[in-house]
C-alpha cells in the first residue's frame, strides 16, 4: 500500500467530519485481526487520530478549538467502544490549549498528549526561515535563508533539484518540501551549535511551558476521572543525525518532563520521540533509556 497513492486517495475522498469515524472503522478491524489471533491483549490502548486537534476534521465555525472535534470524535471513539468494549479508546492531542482542557469530547478512556515545547528549536527554525507549529514559515525573498545556506553541507544540492518523494508523499505528509530540505541537508553540528549557544534565553520558559502544560492535563485527567499519558515530545522535530535534545540539554529536558509528569500523577510517559529503534539514540544511549524508564515503571 505505500508503494502507491490508492490509500491517501482512498482516505482523502472522505469528509472531513466523516474520516476520525472512517479510521476508528479501520482500527476496529485490525483489533478483530488480533483478537482472532489471541493477540488484542498486548494492546494498551487505541487512539482513533494522532493529534487530531492538527487536522482539518470540521471547519472553523467560530466555536473553541476543541469544542469544533466533539461530534467526529465521540462517533469515532463510540464505534471502537462499541465493537472492542474490553480496550480503551482515546485519541491524542498535540500541544495542549489548557483554557479549553474541558472543552473535549467527552468519550475518550485516556488523556493521551503530545508535549512538543519548540522553545530555542522554534527560535532556530525562524531564524532559518521555516515555521513549525501553527506558526508559518515567515515570508523570504529566496530559499534557502542566508541562515540556512550557512549551516548546509558542502554536499548540498540546489533546493530546485531536491526532490524527496513524488509529489503525492509530499502531500500525503503534510510537510513542505522545505522542511525535508532542510533535514536532509543540514550539517548536524552546526544545528547544534545554533542551539547550544542560543538555549540559555529560552530555557526557563521552556521548563515553565511544559510545567504549566503537564499540570494542567494532570488537572483536566482528574476531572474525568482517566489516566493522563505523555505520547510523544518534548523538545520537537529535529534532523536525524542532530544530537540536542539526545545529549546533555537535551536529556535534562527530557527528565525534567518525565519527573513533573510522574509528580503530578501520570500514568504513562515517553522519554523522548527521538528514543525509538530507528532513531540513533536507541542504539547509543541504552543505559540512560533504562535508568529513566526505571523511573516511570517502579511501583
Not at 68 to 94: E, F, M, N, Q
Not at 128 to 145: D, I, M, N, S, Y
Not at 247 to 260: L, Q, S, T
Request: hydrophobic share 40%; glycine share 8%.
Amino acid at each position: 500500500m505505500a508503494d502507491t497513492d490508492a490509500w491517501h486517495r482512498a482516505l482523502a475522498e472522505v469528509p472531513g467530519p466523516d474520516r476520525a469515524e472512517a479510521v476508528a472503522e479501520s482500527l476496529a478491524d485490525l483489533l478483530d485481526f488480533l483478537t482472532e489471533r489471541g493477540l488484542a491483549d498486548r494492546v494498551a490502548y487505541v487512539e482513533v487520530h494522532n493529534e487530531v486537534d492538527n487536522c482539518s476534521l470540521v471547519p472553523d465555525d467560530g466555536a473553541t478549538h476543541y469544542a469544533r472535534l466533539r461530534g467526529p470524535l465521540d462517533r469515532a471513539v463510540k464505534l471502537l467502544r462499541s465493537r472492542h468494549p474490553g480496550i480503551p479508546v482515546t485519541y491524542s492531542l498535540g500541544e495542549p490549549w489548557p483554557d479549553e482542557l474541558d472543552d473535549l469530547p467527552e468519550q475518550a478512556q485516556i488523556a493521551h498528549f503530545h508535549f512538543y515545547v519548540y522553545g530555542v528549536l522554534g527560535a532556530l527554525y525562524r531564524a532559518v526561515g521555516l515555521g513549525h507549529g501553527t506558526e508559518p514559515a515567515p515570508r523570504t525573498a529566496a530559499w534557502p535563508t542566508p541562515e540556512l545556506a550557512g549551516m548546509l553541507r558542502p554536499d548540498a544540492p540546489a533546493f530546485a533539484d531536491h526532490q524527496p518523494g513524488e509529489p503525492w508523499r509530499l502531500a500525503a505528509t503534510g510537510i513542505p518540501r522545505e522542511l525535508f530540505y532542510a533535514h536532509d541537508w543540514v550539517d548536524p553540528d552546526r544545528w547544534d551549535l545554533w542551539l547550544y549557544e542560543n538555549y540559555a534565553a529560552h530555557r526557563q520558559a521552556m521548563r515553565e511551558t511544559l510545567a504549566g502544560w503537564v499540570d494542567s492535563v494532570a488537572d483536566f485527567a482528574r476531572r474525568r476521572g482517566i489516566p493522563a499519558v505523555l505520547g510523544e515530545g518534548v523538545v520537537g522535530y529535529t534532523p536525524l543525525l542532530t544530537r540536542f535534545e539526545e545529549d546533555a540539554v537535551g536529556k535534562d529536558i527530557a527528565e525534567f518532563a518525565v519527573d513533573r509528569c510522574l509528580a503530578a500523577g501520570f500514568q504513562g510517559v515517553v522519554l523522548t520521540s527521538n528514543a525509538a529503534p530507528h532513531h540513533p539514540m536507541w542504539h547509543t544511549d541504552g543505559d540512560w533509556m533504562r535508568r529513566v524508564n526505571a523511573r516511570i515503571t517502579s511501583p
